[in-house]
């Protein structure tokens, strides 16, 4: 059965990026099949490799007609203007604090009709903000605030709001943000006021859906009323998979410390409850049989409520089959039952393959069964089953010579402890702390194996290298081990009798401060916080072909074993601390304008291959938000060219759509200096420059009339000028303007500055340049005809995002940089752009997008 899951994974893997008609695949497929009937009484090894060759070929297909069914043309002009449409609830959301003063809370809704002109009959998947306003807040009678209304699954909506289509940011390496809600159903993202959002009379939808999104609130209710507030956050992530009232910085602190599973719902938690319960149900000396029954139908009504989707499901189905086989005395089979239970997975969901959830399940399982178990098989298992009947000396007979030494030295220490505290308990304290002291190997054993085989994927899909990860599961899983059960039992107790629901409650709570106290002390640590930018090609095959061989070399000889663990940990070890050559073109300068939405972010290399970053995007308007755009945006395309490292950093001013990503850029790329214009003195860019220090980053104010070498080029600073008096507040007009040159290739940078400053440049300097950034995102009020003609571009790029509310870039903008004759390239439509500057012309390219 694994064999068969990988021919069938691999053959979505192949038809995911070879589409071929699929009568082929259909042909392949019965020619194999034909031909392994054919040899299966003759060849049997060769009928066995047909068999493979059909699975591979049913995978392939399979995985085409999927994609092919999911492409769909939305039915819908989508615009800036406000819509009436009629909806029913979904998915429930939780109303929190939207960060202005008012209330939001996000829900998941379908329509019924959509009045655009004309009412349109449409059934489409859309996921909506509903939000209030301080100034909108309303009061009961006797002046209290009214709490926001929670929509709940089912009810009937009318309602105005404003739609959009979801975007990826268009830039190699970004998160497939649209795909992502499509395989949820979402095809419009829409945003409404709880004044325009009107309940109607009716219900639509499914009764136990409606069950389960209440019994998945009852419980967050429950969880709240039992803990405190930042207690609560967790223990709702922990134990039924809400995140919404998680923080961010509480996020940042798991992922680093490499402990980031225990605030998701995964295969971990299913696990550890089901050995609570299947332990209890044998506790109470019931069979085999019944025991395992009820353990799988408490999983899955634990599944139901948990809300996370397809990874919990997916531990369901293997503890299912693992079970299964078990009771068919097929324990040594876990392999088997991997496979099987992968091979249902990718058959109703061929999809799941190519998500980052499955591979990462899938391979963990892989690596504790194929390595981890023979390893222990070979080390602690037989001492730990040698723990029992201590007392019996006829036990020792059957057992292998050092174990039954083992057993004679724990009864010689017992025997002088004997006359402190008795026989019986010092035998047991013996036993217990040998017990103990293995099982702590144990953990240890399956961490690091973890750590080291999860290396590659980690790097790929998260960039990280979770250096305390070893360190921090010893420590948080067995405390989880112990959360999960006590937070399950005080929540269900909290349902009959509150107050003897606070004995487990105040366990769980010794647990989650166990598990918090160690991911801030190992999390916080600046090892912990190691980045990887993506790894090479060769890196991929060479750690593919060291888990292949540790798992072979895990069931031979003992030398051969150490040595293929020692091999896979060398390929972690070089996953983690090699540094990859950056991708980029010597002898050119590149200026690549990165697709950060209504931002701007430029990446600018040297021909001698240095590094500068010019602004990292964030939320334009100075709006609060907790979408990290140099976590989320900018990193992700850095790290897939392959940059783990910057030279420089450079902010033009200080508005949150240049500097709200630099924070996360600067600890993740640490650059050796910063260059700043007139900076104001403003909270966000003191805080900025106070943590760019700290990180020991050299802050260089740069100026007008200045002029020095980087990376082979030169850069010549036209504004600020020198002793430039900001206000209190960023403007446009402060903003760092420079121009680089590389032989007679130059590329002139304008940030946002707007006409007084373009009629300041244009009385003191030579502008010209064969590339320019437009200013100010294509607004009217820069980039004047003037100063277009002065600097007489045959390129341009403007960072500008989809369907602003800005109307940027301006369509005068635009027509004056076609009448100089200047071809114009603009993230919204184009994605990222680079331009390569040879040092006599320049070459634009677009990148790669989906």
């Given at each position: 059965m694994l064999w068969a899951a990988l021919a069938y994974g691999a053959g979505i893997v192949v038809g995911n990026h070879a589409w071929r008609p699929a009568s082929w695949w259909v042909v392949a497929t019965v020619a194999f099949v034909a031909s392994g009937a054919y040899f299966v009484r003759r060849r049997l090894w060769l009928a066995y490799g047909l068999a493979l060759g059909a699975m591979f070929f049913v995978g392939a297909l399979t995985i085409q007609l999927r994609t092919a069914q999911g492409s769909e043309v939305l039915p819908l002009s989508v615009s800036n203007e406000p819509v009436q449409l009629m909806a029913h609830v979904i998915k429930e959301g939780e109303v929190r604090d939207s960060g202005f003063g008012g209330f939001r809370q996000v829900i998941d809704v379908e329509t019924e009709g959509i009045t655009q002109g004309e009412v349109q009959r449409l059934q489409l998947g859309l996921r909506l903000s509903v939000y209030t306003k301080a100034s909108e807040q309303e009061f009961d009678a006797s002046g209290a605030p009214l709490p926001m209304h929670a929509y709940r699954y089912g009810e009937r909506l009318r309602l105005t709001a404003k739609l959009r289509r979801p975007r990826n940011f268009r830039n190699p390496g970004a998160f497939d943000y649209r795909g992502y809600l499509a395989d949820r159903g979402i095809v419009l993202l829409g945003s409404a006021k709880n004044i325009n959002v009107e309940v109607l009379p009716g219900f639509v939808g499914n009764r136990l859906e409606k069950w389960r999104q209440g019994a998945h609130r009852s419980i967050v209710g429950e969880i709240h009323q039992l803990w405190e507030p930042g207690d609560a956050a967790l223990m709702d992530a922990a134990v039924v998979g809400e995140s919404a009232f998680l923080t961010p910085d509480s996020k940042a602190d798991f992922q680093r410390s490499g402990t980031y599973h225990i605030l998701v719902v995964s295969g971990m938690n299913v696990s550890i409850l089901a050995f609570a319960i299947f332990w209890t149900m044998c506790h109470f000396h019931l069979g085999d049989w019944i025991a395992s029954l009820l353990t799988i139908i408490l999983s899955v009504g634990y599944a139901l409520v948990t809300d996370v989707g397809p990874p919990v499901w997916r531990a369901v189905l293997m503890l299912a089959v693992y079970l299964g086989v078990r009771l068919f005395y097929r324990q040594r089979s876990m392999l088997n039952a991997l496979g099987a239970a992968a091979l249902c997975v990718?058959?109703?969901?061929?999809?799941?393959?190519?998500?980052?959830?499955?591979?990462?399940?899938?391979?963990?399982?892989?690596?504790?069964?194929?390595?981890?178990?023979?390893?222990?098989?070979?080390?602690?298992?037989?001492?730990?089953?040698?723990?029992?009947?201590?007392?019996?000396?006829?036990?020792?007979?059957?057992?292998?010579?050092?174990?039954?030494?083992?057993?004679?030295?724990?009864?010689?220490?017992?025997?002088?402890?004997?006359?402190?505290?008795?026989?019986?308990?010092?035998?047991?304290?013996?036993?217990?702390?040998?017990?103990?002291?293995?099982?702590?190997?144990?953990?240890?054993?399956?961490?690091?194996?973890?750590?080291?085989?999860?290396?590659?994927?980690?790097?790929?899909?998260?960039?990280?290298?979770?250096?305390?990860?070893?360190?921090?599961?010893?420590?948080?899983?067995?405390?989880?081990?112990?959360?999960?059960?006590?937070?399950?039992?005080?929540?269900?107790?909290?349902?009959?009798?509150?107050?003897?629901?606070?004995?487990?409650?105040g366990v769980a709570g010794f647990a989650l401060h166990g598990i918090t106290g160690t991911v801030r002390w190992l999390g916080g640590m600046r090892v912990a916080d190691h980045r990887i930018a993506m790894p090479e090609v060769g890196t991929f095959v060479f750690v593919a072909c060291t888990l292949a061989f540790a798992m072979t070399m895990a069931w031979g000889r003992r030398a051969h074993a150490i040595f293929g663990i020692a091999l896979l940990t060398a390929a972690g070890l070089w996953v983690s601390m090699s540094v990859p050559r950056p991708h980029t073109q010597p002898g050119t300068v590149e200026m690549t304008a990165i697709d950060v939405g209504q931002g701007d972010s430029l990446l600018l290399v040297s021909p001698e291959g240095k590094t500068l970053l010019v602004d990292a995007g964030g939320p334009a308007g100075g709006q609060h938000s907790e979408f990290d755009y140099g976590?989320?945006?900018?990193?992700?395309?850095?790290?897939?060219?392959?940059?783990?490292?910057?030279?420089?950093?450079?902010?033009?001013?200080?508005?949150?759509?240049?500097?709200?990503?630099?924070?996360?850029?600067?600890?993740?790329?640490?650059?050796?200096?910063?260059?700043?214009?007139?900076?104001?003195?403003?909270?966000?860019?003191?805080?900025?420059?106070?943590?760019?220090?700290?990180?020991?980053?050299?802050?260089?104010?740069?100026?007008?009339?200045?002029?020095?070498?980087?990376?082979?080029?030169?850069?010549?600073?036209?504004?600020?000028?020198?002793?430039?008096?900001?206000?209190?507040?960023?403007?446009?007009?402060?903003?760092?303007?420079?121009?680089?040159?590389?032989?007679?290739?130059?590329?002139?940078?304008?940030?946002?500055?707007?006409?007084?400053?373009?009629?300041?440049?244009?009385?003191?300097?030579?502008?010209?340049?064969?590339?320019?950034?437009?200013?100010?995102?294509?607004?009217?009020?820069?980039?004047?005809?003037?100063?277009?003609?002065?600097?007489?571009?045959?390129?341009?790029?403007?960072?500008?995002?989809?369907?602003?509310?800005?109307?940027?870039?301006?369509?005068?903008?635009?027509?004056?940089?076609?009448?100089?004759g200047t071809a114009t390239y603009r993230t919204d439509v184009n994605g990222a752009v680079s331009f390569y500057l040879d040092g006599k012309s320049v070459s634009p390219q677009l990148a790669c997008l989906r």
């Open positions: 990718m058959v109703a969901d061929p999809q799941s393959l190519l998500g980052a959830s499955f591979q990462l399940t899938f391979l963990a399982v892989f690596i504790i069964a194929a390595i981890a178990v023979p390893v222990l098989e070979r080390t602690s298992q037989p001492y730990l089953r040698g723990l029992r009947f201590l007392a019996s000396a006829d036990f020792d007979r059957t057992l292998p010579p050092q174990v039954a030494q083992m057993r004679l030295d724990l009864r010689l220490i017992a025997g002088r402890l004997e006359r402190y505290v008795g026989q019986r308990v010092s035998l047991a304290a013996a036993g217990g702390i040998t017990r103990g002291s293995l099982a702590g190997y144990e953990v240890l054993c399956v961490s690091a194996l973890m750590q080291v085989g999860l290396a590659l994927p980690m790097a790929y899909y998260f960039h990280r290298a979770t250096v305390m990860g070893i360190p921090a599961n010893a420590l948080a899983v067995p405390l989880t081990g112990l959360l999960m059960p006590a937070a399950v039992l005080a929540v269900g107790l909290a349902y009959l009798f509150v107050p003897l629901a606070r004995i487990p409650a976590e989320n945006v900018v990193s992700p395309y850095l790290w897939e060219r392959r940059i783990s490292r910057l030279d420089a950093v450079a902010i033009t001013h200080g508005h949150s759509d240049h500097i709200g990503g630099l924070r996360t850029v600067l600890n993740n790329f640490r650059p050796r200096e910063l260059w700043v214009g007139a900076l104001p003195p403003t909270p966000a860019v003191t805080a900025l420059l106070d943590y760019a220090r700290a990180l020991g980053i050299q802050v260089l104010p740069r100026h007008d009339g200045e002029s020095f070498r980087f990376g082979g080029m030169q850069i010549e600073v036209f504004s600020p000028p020198e002793g430039w008096h900001s206000s209190s507040q960023a403007k446009n007009n402060d903003s760092l303007v420079m121009r680089l040159r590389y032989r007679e290739s130059t590329v002139l940078l304008e940030g946002d500055a707007e006409r007084v400053v373009e009629q300041r440049m244009l009385a003191m300097h030579d502008l010209r340049a064969d590339l320019l950034k437009v200013g100010h995102h294509g607004s009217a009020t820069s980039t004047s005809a003037e100063f277009i003609h002065a600097v007489q571009p045959r390129w341009a790029v403007i960072s500008v995002g989809e369907g602003n509310s800005f109307g940027h870039p301006r369509r005068e903008t635009l027509e004056r940089l076609q009448g100089e």
